[in-house]
């Protein structure tokens, strides 16, 4: 395993598609932190000194990751890397699909070979807030079960998200109901931790919230009718031009790093510093 040490990880490497880059955990002006951020910070408490890249843009699929992420990646040697990618195949209209599925064995063969711990995950039901979320439920129901099945059979330490209750809480998602709010991606990092057996870990990231938020039938029906509005149609509208949200855009850190600098007092930049001051890094 290149760089392990018996103390703990020094070499993170972080690849995936907006998820892991950290979308709608702060903002363009003020920067994205996301769950792959604060599980950094948290191994960097453990093991001071980690080294972390962030290679994930939003909008990639898991062709581009295979051809782009990977060998950035392997050249790195990480000792641990996580990998969430392939929400964007599921919702992708067309017949790629089966070639999604052969792309993500492909990525995971790879990862598999470093000799790093590699942590994945399966996808929460989304479906299950989105008005049209039964056209991609199957879809999404399949790359689970291809993920589970890949995971197993590379060793791969998988996290469980689609069964888990706190990911039914609206409030675990932004207004997209796609992305992780604020909130989901800390409960996102406490679920590495544990399947990473950090210290100081536990299962309570999955339960449900006591009392989680209700909408009305009317709240229900206009945030339907907003959500085609200001999400579905502009999106449908790139994908009919041939855009993608990726287009234009780098990895947040493309390279290795410390996640605390000597400019630094807190991780990734001082915005980081900010929020963390804000709503508790690392809070689950």
Known sequence: MYGATRAGYSR???IGD???EGLWDGDETTGLLGFADRLAVMLDTLYPGLQYANLAVRGKKLGDVLTEQVPQTLAMKPDLITVCVGMNDVIQPGRQFPRALAELDYVYAALARSGATVLTTTFPNVAQFLPFG???SKRLDR??????VAAGRYGFRLIDLYNAASMR???????????????GHILF???????LNLPDSSH????AHPNPTQLSIADGAY??????????FPWLWRRMRGLSAADGRFPKRPELQPVRTAHDTAPTNDIAARRRQQSGILDA
């Open 12 to 14: 993170y490497v972080a």
């Open 18 to 20: 907006s998820q892991t």
């Open 134 to 136: 039964r056209i991609v």
């Open 143 to 148: 790359m689970n079960n291809a993920i589970t």
């Open 169 to 183: 809480d609206w409030d675990t998602w932004s207004f997209d109901r796609v992305h992780a709010s604020p909130k």
């Open 189 to 195: 990092a406490a679920a590495a931790a544990e399947a």
């Open 204 to 207: 309570d990231w999955a339960a």
């Open 223 to 232: 945030g339907r009718l907003r959500w085609t509005q200001d999400n579905f």
